[in-house]
Every structure is written in structure tokens, then in C-alpha cells.
């Protein structure tokens, strides 16, 4: 079994900056991929960034590719999502993940099994 627990979200306006933060506990942190993926009001859930367990490959969504970073200290047993330039359609409540194989775009966001409990973030204009 594995825990996570997001947080770090909130409001902000649009070309501001924030950092989501996601701790894992329950198995060993270092063996996991992660992954972030967001859902706004009445759309599918969707992927945002994934990164390997050593952090040394990462992935990106088309729409936050130069602008989020995904990011991961395997001593604190957390990983990060840096977002910066945020835009208003990049409103809704992001959530962490974790699984055994690298996280893609190309995976079903259904396929995974362990998640957090989702931090809401809101860009004004």
C-alpha cells in the first residue's frame, strides 16, 4: 500500500507561481514512479508530468511542457511540481499518483492505483 498526501495548493493569477509537494509513505519511496495529473469542473482527468524513480527521466503534457517542472527528493520521500507562468485554464484540482512503471500521457489515468487526495488550485485573470 501506498499513502499520498498533495498539498501546496491554492490561488494565484495568472503568470504567478506555485509548488505542489506530494509525500508518500507506506513503500519504499525511491522504488516508485510518480506522476501528477489535474481535473478541472466537468472534464476527464489528465495527465501533467510523470518522473522515474531515480528522477533521471521525466515526461510532460504538450500544454505545460516550459512551463512546470516535476521534480523528486527520494530522502524526504516527496515530490514536486513547479508551476510557473500559470495561465487561467490551469485551474483544477491536481493530483499525485504513483505506480511501478513510469507514468505517461500515453496510460489511461484509470490504469493507476494509488493517488492522493488532490489539492485545488485556482488562476484568476
Known amino acids: 500500500q501506498v499513502q499520498l498526501v498533495e498539498s501546496g495548493g491554492g490561488l494565484v493569477q495568472a503568470g504567478g507561481s506555485l509548488r505542489l509537494s506530494c509525500s508518500a509513505s507506506?513503500?519504499?519511496?525511491?522504488?516508485?514512479?510518480m506522476g501528477w495529473f489535474r481535473q478541472a469542473p466537468g472534464k476527464e482527468r489528465e495527465f501533467v508530468g510523470g518522473?522515474?524513480?531515480?528522477?533521471?527521466?521525466?515526461r510532460y503534457a504538450d500544454s505545460v511542457k516550459g512551463r512546470f517542472t516535476i521534480s523528486r527528493d527520494n530522502a524526504k520521500n516527496t515530490v514536486y511540481l513547479q508551476m510557473n507562468s500559470l495561465k487561467t485554464e490551469d485551474t483544477a484540482v491536481y493530483y499525485c499518483a504513483a505506480d511501478a512503471r513510469l507514468i505517461t500521457a500515453t496510460r489511461p489515468w484509470n490504469e493507476y492505483v494509488y493517488w492522493g487526495q488532490g489539492t485545488q488550485v485556482a488562476v484568476s485573470s
Open positions: 507506506g513503500r519504499t519511496f525511491s522504488s516508485l514512479c
Open positions: 518522473i522515474s524513480w531515480s528522477g533521471g527521466s521525466t
